[in-house]
């Protein structure tokens, strides 16, 4: 789809809209550079999890917190959104880890792969170490922390909606009142936590933080705490080094001056945008440390090592390409319509322009109603959150002008959107079902979570559009 997508996109602006095949070269390259801080991330979580994985440290991690916790409700909702907000904030996949614990727990098998997205998807923004603002924040122009902060509290009633939807894939034990406040309490808490985490902590932390502060929330509850050993210890070392070097960067002001503001690599490969990349700030590096701290400490054999760089190769590669794909389509939307030396731009062959004010004339001020759904559609036609804030994100900047409204408030609202089209992505569910024994259930989970996608997009463009009043 990313191919086909961006080999149309490139004949329709040239032909349909009249750019320079230079202008289409130069945007394309833009777009893959514009998204290489999340490619990297991606790719470096994934050869974090599958070597987690394979030496059965996310296991025995899991089983250790599940360790006193005996009622169903309990244990699955400290795996959907605890632990699924955990891996995910840590750019570990939480579909493999989240769908064969729910499993176990005694969670039907469709209940269990749709639960392993629910968790997280309301959060998704300000997973991956904050990655997804960073690239927003690149699309858009908007700095990352106004970006930041609009998403987290977008994210809250996000959170509270999928909340809403767990006790829809448990077992029906006890009053249905009861399993519902008790999900919607720990929908609203892990939100708030997070907010709370990005706003005084760091972007970048804020999901690994939103998600342990409910795991010790409900582990507390249970009175539950169980022991630390040597192997415990050594399974839990990556997350603590990346943890406490995020906190480093993010709350010391030396080291964050620093980092974000002096260690800073500019690119103009497009005359008229500037790529910022702050390779000791992104999470990447963060990522890349851990593994290899855990090579080491779970001894990894020099031969395991290598199987599990090939195998990580192996599954990063076509997320990454398409991802990077879908970055360059963006971006020679975003600047169709200007001319080869990007001194001047038409704003008749501009489409993000022609869309904007199209959408204006349509919906008037009830436009922020329908932005969070327009991120939801572009996850869900292509699998990828980042399709939708590539190919949307500078539209957002051109309808808010036009409306006299904060651009920051539509981007963020387009990344929380997108995040929530998530939970009705036929890649996504394609990812967790086998992990599951949920193979060919995948029509029966969409035919439940594309009408919550929808109703979740929409509930946050109402809160949106009531705060914009």
């Known amino acids: 789809m990313a191919v086909w997508g961006f080999l149309y996109t490139g004949a329709l602006t040239a032909l349909g809209f009249e750019t320079p095949l230079s202008v289409i070269l130069l ?25 987690l994985t394979s030496t059965g440290s996310l296991t025995r991690i899991v089983e250790w917190l599940l360790r006193g916790i005996q009622g169903l409700y309990q244990r699955a909702l400290l795996l959907t959104l605890g632990v699924g907000n955990f891996m995910e904030g840590a750019s570990v ?15 039907e098998p469709s209940g269990a792969a749709a639960l392993s997205i629910v968790g997280y998807a309301g959060l998704m923004t300000l997973e991956m170490a904050g990655v997804i603002v960073t690239v927003l924040s ?83 509850a249970a009175r539950a705490a169980p022991s630390l050993d040597p192997q415990m210890l050594r399974d839990l070392a990556p997350f603590a080094l990346m943890l406490g070097a995020l906190l480093l960067v993010n709350l010391v002001p030396i080291l964050k001056e620093w980092t974000y503001h002096r260690a800073v690599l500019q690119v103009n490969v497009v005359p008229v945008h500037t790529i910022s990349l702050r390779p000791l700030f992104s999470a990447y590096l963060y990522l890349g440390a851990p593994f290899v701290l855990s090579a080491l400490l779970l001894r990894v054999p020099k031969v395991e090592t290598r199987r599990v760089l090939k195998e990580g190769a192996r599954r990063g590669w076509r997320a990454s390409l398409a991802m990077g794909l879908f970055g ?53 036609l292509t699998g990828y959150g980042v399709a939708s804030l590539m190919l949307f994100g500078p539209l957002q900047v051109e309808t808010a002008r036009l409306l006299d409204i904060p651009a920051t408030w539509l981007a963020a609202s387009l990344a929380v959107g997108a995040s929530l089209g998530s939970i009705s992505s036929p890649f996504k569910i394609a990812i967790a079902t086998p992990m599951c024994d949920a193979v060919g259930k995948e029509g029966e989970i969409l035919r439940v979570t594309i009408p919550m996608g929808v109703a979740a997009s929409l509930l946050v463009g109402l809160t949106m559009w009531i705060g914009l009043r």
């Open 27 to 51: 945007a394309s390259l833009d777009g893959v550079l514009t998204t290489l801080p999340l490619l990297l991330v991606i790719f470096a979580g994934i050869l974090l999890s599958t070597l």
């Open 93 to 107: 996949i939480a579909e493999p880890v989240v769908a064969p614990m729910l499993r176990v727990a005694g969670v």
């Open 138 to 220: 690149l699309v858009t122009g908007i700095p990352e922390r106004e970006l930041g902060l609009a998403s987290a509290w977008l994210s809250v009633p996000a959170a509270l909606a999928m909340g809403g939807c767990i006790p829809v894939f448990l077992p029906r034990e006890g009053p249905f009142s009861r399993r519902l406040s008790t999900a919607l309490a720990c929908g609203l808490g892990v939100g708030l936590a997070t907010l709370g985490a990005a706003a005084f902590a760091g972007v970048s932390i804020s999901g690994m933080l939103g998600g342990l502060t409910l795991i010790l929330a409900i582990m507390t």
């Open 328 to 380: 360059a389509m963006g971006q020679v939307i975003a600047y169709s319509g200007y001319t080869a030396d990007f001194s001047y731009m038409d704003q008749a062959h501009n489409i993000p322009w022609i869309l904007a004010h199209g959408l204006e004339g349509y919906s008037g001020h009830l436009f922020p109603l329908f932005v969070p759904f327009l991120g939801w559609v572009g996850t869900f």
